[in-house]
Structure formats: structure tokens, C-alpha cells
């Protein structure tokens, strides 16, 4: 995305997705029961072109508010979370959708008709990638208030084997000195360089030697931990995680809402004596090889304190996906360093649905398998800012997170291929269980 012809590719793409997120549910669909880990799906589209209008438009051109009255209303820190759901504060299906035409229009006539500058460049790249920030999060909501799965160019519900040849067991990582992250201030900063302030400065680390596990873990393995009373058995929960354990949570949605301690991950449950998976409006049976998913990091914890596991720091994760050691050329993918979205579950395709085995054509140097896509994945590192560390040109992106959140790598399986890469860190409380997570293990 370094020339206009992309931009303008990806800026078609991404809109065109968020229209159908928008579309394809009615009217009493748009009006989703509160929920603190997603947004109104009409705020949601019309925050995301807010930040096109308001760091590009005004930023840059000076450009007057295409509708003061809306400016409060689509920034997020000027409207309280709960606010967004009070009735006649966001704007109707057709108003807000054709605001975000209209900011569309004005940013699509930017880049076909002025001069791409490096700074410009990098302004619209962040804008769009933000964009699909919010199409993750937009997906996740679906998911979350159990509404059907969109189905969008490429997605799929034919299931892919597992690979019955792929040696079992972990990757042996040898120690050495790794490269971890993206540099800071180079003259790529706009394209090949392109990365979010949290990923910089670069720098290198000594890695003792360590091994991790080849895959995501799986549904099987999980289970096993359940029906061994893992969540009844203090002694594998931290401080943190037997507080989570005492918190109730919301097992369905409105009007069957109903509260419960946690006994197993969220959208599990047990009929007629077989385990079932909610897969957004559909209890499905629980496939033994597919990853686990919607896992807190206190139930990830506990699973590696049964386990006689560990969680991966996030530099021993960028090692074992990147393999980038001093004095060699940089990879941003397991693979090398462009993106191929075939060798991902990403993009909203497959939603998760494959072994823990699939994907061979993506897995690492290491045999590492999909350490990018399906799902994000728990590490034990807190969210803090690398050394040197220094705000970017939208200033909330990484600040808020740092220190209350926990790091998590890779993309999910309805994260966008255009916007990852290893590098990439994602901040989110120990307790999420509504985003796409799942994790893997180091052994002791």
C-alpha cells in the first residue's frame, strides 16, 4: 500500500467491508444490548471515519467539521462508553452512513488529485489501517451478542484436515541475540518501515534457549483441564486469576441473560452429556483439534500451572515467529517479508474453524504454526513501551494501555492481513474473553 493505486485499492476494500458489517443487520440488530467490550455498530463506523476526517481532512487541509454537531458524538474521548447506547445520541442507519461516504469521497478525491507525500502517505495508511481495527472489533460484536457470521468475498465453512503428519511436541528455540521490533525515524517510515509507535524503537536481546509449543492449543487439551476440575482447583490460579474466578460473568444475552461464576470458557457448554461451542448464533460441537478461544489470560495461566507449563514472554513469541537475529535481513512475517494472506487464517475467512495443525505453508523457522492469524495470543509480558519509546501522530494509540494490559501477538482470524505483522503488539486486560484469544506454551 506505497503508491496511490493501492490506497486507493485498500481504501475501496476496507469501505466496502464496513458498509456490509453495517448492512447486513436490521434494524433491530443495530440496537445491540450494552456490552463493555464492544460499541453500537452505527458509533463504531461513524468513529472510524471520524479519525479520516479529523487527522487527515482538518489536520491537513484545515477543513471545516462536515457536521459540528456530530464532532462529540464520533470522538471517542469526548462520549462516555455507556453514552453511545443512549437512545437519539447516534445518528440514524442512513445519516451515518452517509457520512462516512462523504468523508470517503473527500479522502478518496485526496489521494487521486494532490501529490502523495511521505507524510501524507503514512497518514492514510494509519487511517485505513485504523479502519480495520474497528472491522475486527465490529466482527467481535457479532460474535459476542450472537448475531449470524457475515459472509463476505472468500469466507468459507468447508473444513480444512489436520495434518497428521506434522511431528508433534515442541520447537526448540536456541539462545542468542534476536532483533525485536520496527525502527524508528528511517526513510521508510512511510512504507517498508511502516509500524505503530508501540512496535519501535528496534533493538536487540539476549534470548536463553527455550522450547514452545508447535501450535495454538487446542480445544482437547483445554478440555481436559476442565474436566480435570481446573477451574474448581485453586492451587493454578494467581492472585489475579481467583479474583476473576469469583467475578460472575454474562454467559448469553439479552432477555436470557444470566450470570455465572466461570467452570469453562465463555461459549462452552454441556447438553445431553457432549460439550457444544457457540459459533456467533450457532451451538456447534466442540471439534477436539480446533484452538481454543475466547480464553481469559487468568484461565491461560492456570491451564500452564496444570500443564507443568508456561506462558511465552512476548520476545521469546517474535523469536520463535521471526527468527530475526543480528546481522541477518529482517523478516516481518514468519515467511519473509510480504504479506500472503493464503497462508493465514485471517480476514474473516475461516473464523477459527481449522486444526491447530493447518497452515504448514505459514508456520515459522521454527515449525511453528500459525503464530499470525486465528487467533491473538496471550504472553506473559505486561504492555509496557519499549526503550526510547515515543508518542506517534495519534497520541492514544499505545499510552492508555501501557501498564494495566497484558501483551498479545499475532492477529486473529478476523483481523485484517493488510494491517499485521509480527512485530505487531496488541494490548488487552487479563480478563477479555469476547475478542478472538487463544494462546500457546512454553515448556518450563
Keep these: 500500500m506505497n503508491n496511490k493505486d493501492e490506497l486507493i485499492h485498500e481504501l475501496n476494500n476496507t469501505q466496502q467491508k464496513i458498509v456490509a458489517l453495517i448492512n447486513t443487520l436490521s434494524d433491530d440488530e443495530l440496537n445491540i444490548p450494552y456490552h463493555p467490550g464492544v460499541n453500537p455498530p452505527l458509533w463504531e463506523v461513524g468513529h472510524a471515519a471520524f479519525f479520516f476526517e479529523v487527522f487527515i481532512l482538518k489536520a491537513l487541509d484545515q477543513a471545516e467539521s462536515f457536521n459540528p454537531a456530530m464532532d462529540d458524538i464520533w470522538d471517542s474521548f469526548n462520549i462516555d462508553h455507556e453514552d453511545r447506547w443512549k437512545p437519539g445520541v447516534v445518528p440514524s442507519r442512513k445519516e451515518t452512513l452517509d457520512y462516512i461516504e462523504e468523508i470517503y469521497q473527500r479522502i478518496f478525491a485526496r489521494i487521486k488529485n494532490r501529490e502523495l507525500s511521505q507524510d501524507d502517505l503514512y497518514l492514510y495508511k494509519y487511517a485505513i489501517f485504523h479502519q480495520n481495527m474497528h472491522i475486527e472489533s465490529l466482527i467481535w460484536a457479532r460474535q459476542t451478542v450472537a448475531y449470524s457470521r457475515i459472509e463476505s468475498a472468500g469466507t468459507t465453512t468447508s473444513s480444512i484436515p489436520a495434518d497428521k503428519a506434522m511431528p508433534p511436541g515442541d520447537a526448540d528455540i536456541p539462545a542468542g541475540r534476536y532483533v525485536i521490533g520496527m525502527p524508528a525515524g528511517t526513510e521508510a517510515f512511510a512504507t517498508d518501515d511502516f509500524a505503530f509507535d508501540n512496535e519501535k524503537p528496534r533493538f536487540e536481546i539476549d534470548i536463553d534457549a527455550f522450547s514452545i509449543s508447535k501450535t495454538l492449543v487446542s480445544n482437547q487439551e483445554f478440555l481436559a483441564f476442565v474436566e480435570d476440575g481446573g477451574y474448581d482447583n485453586e492451587q493454578f490460579w494467581s492472585w489475579g486469576g481467583k479474583k476473576w474466578l469469583r467475578t460472575e460473568l454474562n454467559t448469553s444475552i439479552p432477555p436470557d441473560k444470566h450470570m455465572t461464576l466461570p467452570k469453562h470458557p465463555l461459549y462452552w457448554k454441556q447438553q445431553d452429556g457432549h460439550w457444544l461451542e457457540r459459533h456467533f448464533n450457532q451451538w456447534l460441537p466442540l471439534v477436539p483439534d480446533y484452538p481454543v478461544m475466547h480464553i481469559s489470560f ?134 477479555r474473553t469476547d475478542v478472538f484469544v487463544g494462546f500457546r506454551t512454553c515448556a518450563l
Design 298 to 431: 487468568w484461565e491461560a495461566e492456570a491451564f500452564c500451572n496444570w500443564a507443568g507449563r508456561r506462558l511465552p514472554t512476548e520476545y521469546e513469541w517474535e523469536v520463535a515467529a521471526l527468527n530475526n537475529r543480528k546481522g541477518q535481513p529482517f523478516k516481518k512475517y514468519p515467511w519473509g517479508n510480504s504479506m500472503d494472506a493464503d497462508k493465514v487464517d485471517m480476514n474473516g475467512i475461516h473464523m477459527a474453524r481449522i486444526p491447530v495443525s493447518a497452515f504448514p505453508e505459514g508456520e515459522s523457522d521454527f515449525g511453528c504454526r500459525q503464530m499470525l492469524g486465528t487467533a491473538w495470543e496471550w504472553t506473559s509480558s505486561q504492555y509496557l513501551p519499549y526503550d526510547g519509546f515515543a508518542i506517534d501522530m495519534y497520541p492514544f494509540m499505545s499510552v492508555l494501555q501501557f501498564g494495566y494490559h497484558k501483551t498479545t501477538k499475532g492477529g486473529s482470524c478476523a483481523t485484517s492481513s493488510i494491517l499485521i505483522r509480527g512485530t505487531y503488539r496488541q494490548a488487552y486486560l487479563p480478563d
